[in-house]
Structure formats: structure tokens, C-alpha cells
């Protein structure tokens, strides 16, 4: 019954869900409302108005006045077998703003406000507003996720876009989280985290923040892709990462395990020297000697390819990306001239140099 009604009201009908909840109660005065919200995927629902899951919500609210029992909103991310009568009550749910408070994901937040007390205070409006919104959940941007392979595809598709209008910090972040190895999220979660970079949404200095306290290496990985990808944002890149303080450890503490991606390391370090944070002629000894051979290898690809720039530009081709001064280059060959390495390496440095 709680199915038909939800599924066929209208702003304009009559239906009371206090009377529903009521009479239910009355003949069924040990039923468990939860099992019946559970249930409801299987009994044909198929809300296509907002009135249509707000009377979901309210009868529950109703049937369980004065026990403190929460609505059980997870069953909103349990796989329905028509996927396209769960996009359509996430929608018709999502897009209610009298629903929002009782649809909370206090199971798994994208965000929780207890080990963030400084950011509390710093952004502390903002960070009220997403705390308290529906899409603060990982489970509902997870179940959205799944719901682009099926055959409602579009209109999940649709729902996820209406969310990055709306909460562009929370879905975003929630897809750093998640980690999914979808195509399309993976898209979605570079362009998105562009758009913070170039200011485009609002609140960009929370969500690095934010981002660099949930996911920091995942947060690195993305900048270094980027660059390679567009030399152009390493300048915004370098401004986020010293904001967040990232930059000196990135830099100052190198680890082994970074050896991947000395490229953007190095890149990251002439740019930064050019505009005064540090001096690259002791930086990249200093490098060299913290990493020693485990960089040979990477040190010469970056002079090998920066060489071919330079080679480029003296043609007059222009690729986009920043050459090194000859200043650069030459505190790069004398540093490794310095370093033991296998006649193999030493060859093609000498290579390198002539």
C-alpha cells in the first residue's frame, strides 16, 4: 500500500500519511516499519514526484513518532532490481529540500566535523552547510557509480551532474575517496578537481584542504599527472601546495618511494626557485645526495627530454612545455657528474652533455 500511494501522489492529493501510519498501526501494532521501508524496492515503487518520496519519509516519521528511530534512509543504496525506480527516488528525494535532514549518511560520511576542529572554525559556515547535506555520503555517490552500468545510465548520470551543481566539494571528494576505477568517474573526479584549481566552484581552499587530509597521496599522484599532461597549471599547483603546507615536505623530505615521479619533483623545484621559495643550485645536490643512484636513471630521462625541448625550441617549435634555463641544466650536470654510476649511465650523461 505504502508502495501504490508513493508511487501515484501528487502535491494535490489527499493523502494523509499520519492516517496511513495510524491505521497500519492500529491492525499492525508490533510491525516493524523499518522492514517495510526495506521492502519497498520489491513491491513496485516508482516515485516520479517529489510528494511521491516525501510521503515515503513521512510515514515512517509518523508511524514511529516519539521513539528517536532515524528513517532508515540506506535503503535508498542497496541494490534495487529496477534501477531505474532507485535513480528516480533518489532524484525525486535529493531534489527535496524538506527531505534533506532525515536523509543524512551518518554511516559513511564524506566528511565528519570531530578530527577537523580547526578547519570547523576556519570555514565554519561552509562547513555546517555540507555536514548537514544529503550528499555528504560516499554510499550515495558509490551506488550512483553503479548505476551508470545499468540501464539507467542517463538518468544517473543526470543525478550525479545535478549533485556536482550542487555540492561540486562533497561529490568530488567523495570520488577521490572511493577510488572507483571507472572510466567516466575518473574523468569526471580530473575535470572536476581542474575546475577547484582554476577557482571555477567555490570553496576551492577547503576542498585542497580537505583532500590533503583525506587522500594526500591521491592528491599528489592527480597534481604530478596534470603536469605532464599541461605544464600550464604548474603555477597553480605550486600555489595550492604551498598553501597546504605541502610544498616543503614534497620537496624538503624526499622519499624513495616518490622516485615515479621525479619529473614533477624537479619541475615543481625550478619553478618554485624561479619565484624565490628555495635555490635549485643547492636543491638538486642536495636531492642527489638524499637519493643517490635510485635516481640516476630518472635524472637522465628528465635532462634527456628537456634537452629535446630546448632542441624543439631552438627551431621555433613550440610544445607548450617550460624548458630549462642553461643555468638549470648545468646545475643538474654537474651534480650527477659527481655521483658513481655504471659505465652504462656515465655514457649516456657524457651523451647528454656534448
Known sequence: AVALIASTISADDGWRSSDIAAGVNQCCPSLSWEDVIYRLPYSNLAVQQEA???????????????QSRPFPYSFMYEVWPDPQAQVSFLRCALCSTKLGPHLIDKHMPVVLPDPL?????????????????????????????????????????????????????????????????????????????????????????????????????????????????????LRRILGVLIDLGVINELLLMPKREDIMMLDFTVELA???????????????????????????????????????????????????????????????????????????NAANLKALYT
Request: aromatic fraction near 10%; charged fraction near 20%.
Open 117 to 233: 576542529e580547526t578547519l570547523y572554525h576556519v570555514y565554519h559556515s561552509e562547513f555546517t552547510r555540507i555536514i548537514a547535506s544529503p550528499w555528504n555520503s560516499l554510499s550515495l555517490v558509490l551506488v550512483l557509480s553503479h548505476l551508470l552500468d545499468s540501464k539507467a545510465t542517463d538518468d544517473a548520470r543526470a543525478l550525479l551532474e545535478y549533485g556536482i551543481s550542487r555540492e561540486p566539494l562533497l561529490v568530488t571528494l567523495a570520488l577521490a575517496r572511493l577510488k572507483i576505477q571507472h572510466p567516466r568517474l575518473q574523468a569526471l573526479l580530473q575535470h572536476n578537481v581542474v575546475r577547484f584549481l582554476r577557482r571555477e566552484f567555490s570553496s576551492a581552499a577547503l576542498f585542497f584542504e580537505l583532500f590533503r587530509l583525506c587522500e594526500k597521496k591521491v592528491l599528489v599522484g592527480f597534481f604530478c599527472n596534470l603536469q605532464r599532461k599541461d605544464s600550464s597549471y
Open 270 to 344: 625550478v619553478f618554485a626557485a624561479r619565484r624565490g621559495y628555495l635555490t635549485f643550485e643547492t636543491w638538486f645536490p642536495g636531492l642527489l645526495a638524499e637519493l643517490g643512484s635510485d635516481m640516476l636513471h630518472a635524472s637522465l630521462e628528465i635532462l634527456h627530454a628537456k634537452l629535446q625541448l630546448e632542441a624543439a625550441r631552438q627551431r621555433g617549435e613550440d610544445s607548450g612545455t617550460n624548458a630549462y634555463s642553461s643555468a638549470e641544466l648545468t646545475t643538474m650536470f654537474k651534480a650527477l657528474g659527481t655521483v658513481s654510476m655504471s659505465p652504462n
Open 52 to 66: 511521491g518520496a516525501a510521503f515515503v519519509v513521512n510515514v515512517f516519521l509518523a508511524a514511529t513518532s516519539g
